[in-house]
């Protein structure tokens, strides 16, 4: 084609990708761009051996034909080349990545979600100059789940990320291979990774991270949606079962994904979290997906119609429960707006059989005693800086202090805590997977969303190393410390909205052996 990338201001006043509003559906055409064997988001099997992986600046075509600058993670296997691939591995094997960095500035590769050692963790703790190369040695410990990787460099790691680092690690088990088995699901193809983003595009059609004095304390806000770098994305699908993987890797954008067939609700079913399957799937109408967060989805087509035009969605919900307004809101995609993620087309009536089977895996219960109880309260100290409150302490970051010991083998309860003023934050620990024991405080709307029979939101069960946290709420999670692998490890807990994350809204956790 030759349709030129530019960005303009729809009818309703949205900037948006050549003007096609993302709220209208039929304006999603472009075929999704699927994990294949190669190329962008190939699946790359981690197991097969020791890997190279470097980050570099490059060029590709986003919005339309036109290449436009981004950053990208680089990959050779088997005579194919990568860019960020989709790395694959079996829990219990070792994976062995040599990582060169090729950008101009410090970065680092963190395995989110991963237990692995502090110093293979890729926290900004553990930099990789420029021209420099790093060894990622570590054994895969974590159960089956969509886990992710992406840049972590001190107070970089918002412009990188935006710029295109960021892909998933999916780790396979015997629970995972089995529900793909039950669903005659391929990896791929109807099993899908979904990198959710919302990503600003200026009038050259380029990635623009230009974040003025207010973004970079509230968050940077995006004018288009990708779905796996794909605006406006289309994808067919026949009559059968489907699941996907949905990783939300915006800077701060949440969303309360939905479908919809022909304008009809369609619910769902979420059969995993952060850290792999939930014991059962639960059904829903809709879920919260904060940054960082994922969510398993399988979605049952089978009772679908050829021609039928199925939507994922962004449901509206009440801004004031996302962000404070800002000045540049004016010009983005709104915070709480409605709006099309992506358009499914059922194309053919299909037998594949399969079914969602009634068990997934086994959880084992919620800790309901602790060792030590602390309060982690994101808030602005006196000089109008992000700090985290540690109970009731406002700590700056200081990448040489570790304000949070813990003995190895403890069980700590931990309280976000967040003012009923702030804004909601998703908070996210290195190294260690938790539990969500409880919420109190939670707004009305998001208390109404998609709960289990004991009144927990679905997105709190099962194991998290994110969890968001609304204004006014406090969400108690348990942490069992049961792994160091050293003398001491170091790690970090902090909002993984990526503009506070770079403001220094963490703090540094020791665990001793
Ligand atoms: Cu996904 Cu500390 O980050
Ligand atoms: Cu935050």
Redesign the pocket.
């Known amino acids: 084609g030759t349709s030129t990338p530019a960005s303009a201001t729809s009818p309703t006043g949205v900037l948006s990708y050549e003007g096609i509003d993302p709220r209208v559906a039929e304006n999603f055409t472009t075929p999704l761009r699927k994990p294949g064997t190669e190329g962008l988001f190939g699946i790359l099997d981690l197991g097969a051996g020791p890997l190279t992986l470097s980050a570099d600046s490059g060029k590709m075509a986003i919005f339309g034909d036109r290449s436009v600058p981004v950053r990208l993670y680089n990959s050779q296997s088997g005579g194919r080349n990568y860019q960020n691939p989709v790395l694959k591995i079996s829990k219990d094997l070792s994976c062995d990545v040599t990582f060169r960095n090729n950008l101009d500035q410090p970065t680092t590769v963190h395995w989110h979600g991963l237990l692995v050692p502090g110093s293979v963790d890729g926290s900004p703790l553990n930099p990789v100059a420029p021209g420099a190369s790093y060894s990622y040695k570590f054994s895969v410990n974590n159960r089956g789940g969509t886990y992710w990787y992406h840049p972590h460099p001190h107070m970089h790691t918002a412009e990188q990320t935006f710029a295109g680092l960021s892909s998933f690690f999916i780790v396979e088990d015997a629970h995972d291979l089995a529900l793909r088995q039950a669903m005659n699901l391929t990896l791929g193809d109807t099993e899908l990774p979904l990198l959710i983003q919302d990503r600003r595009c200026n009038e050259e059609g380029e990635l623009d991270y230009s974040p003025d004095d207010m973004e970079k304390m509230m ?1 940077y806000f995006g004018n288009v949606m990708l779905v796996n770098f794909t605006p406006n994305p289309a994808l067919d699908v026949d009559t059968r079962f489907y699941r996907f993987r949905v990783l939300n890797g915006s800077s ?1 954008r949440t969303y309360k994904l939905a479908f919809e067939n022909n304008g009809n609700p369609l619910k769902f079913h979420v059969v995993g979290t952060d850290g792999g399957l939930l014991d059962k799937p639960y059904e829903v109408p809709d879920v919260y997906l904060a940054a960082a967060e994922r969510v398993d989805i399988v979605l049952d087509l089978r009772s679908a119609r050829p021609g039928d035009v199925i939507l994922l969605k962004s449901l509206a919900f009440d801004p004031k429960d996302t962000h404070m307004p800002s000045p540049a809101f004016g010009t983005s995609l709104k915070p709480g707006e409605a709006f099309t993620l992506m358009k499914l087309v059922v194309r053919n009536l299909v037998d594949a059989g399969g079914a969602l089977p009634a068990t997934l895996s086994s959880l084992p219960a919620l800790p309901s005693a602790s060792d030590k109880i602390r309060t982690l309260q ?1 808030a602005r100290n006196a000089s109008g800086d ?1 700090v985290m409150k540690i109970d009731g302490v406002d700590t700056l970051y200081d990448m040489n202090d570790f304000p949070i010991v813990v003995k190895k083998n403890a069980v700590e309860f931990w309280d976000f805590k967040i003012g009923s003023a702030g ?5 996210h620990l290195h190294g260690f997977l938790f539990r969500v024991l409880s919420r109190t405080g939670t707004p009305p709307e998001v208390a109404a969303q998609s709960v289990d029979a004991s009144g927990r939101m679905v997105t709190d069960l099962g194991f998290k190393d994110t969890v968001l946290v609304w204004p006014g709420e406090t969400v108690r999670v348990a942490i069992d410390f049961h792994h160091c692998f050293g003398a001491e490890e170091h790690y970090m807990v902090h ?3 990526l ?3 770079d403001m220094g ?1 963490m703090t540094n956790v020791k665990v001793i052996a």
């Open positions: 968050g701060i994101p992000w804004m909601p934050h998703p908070i909002c993984h909205v503009e506070h994350e809204l």
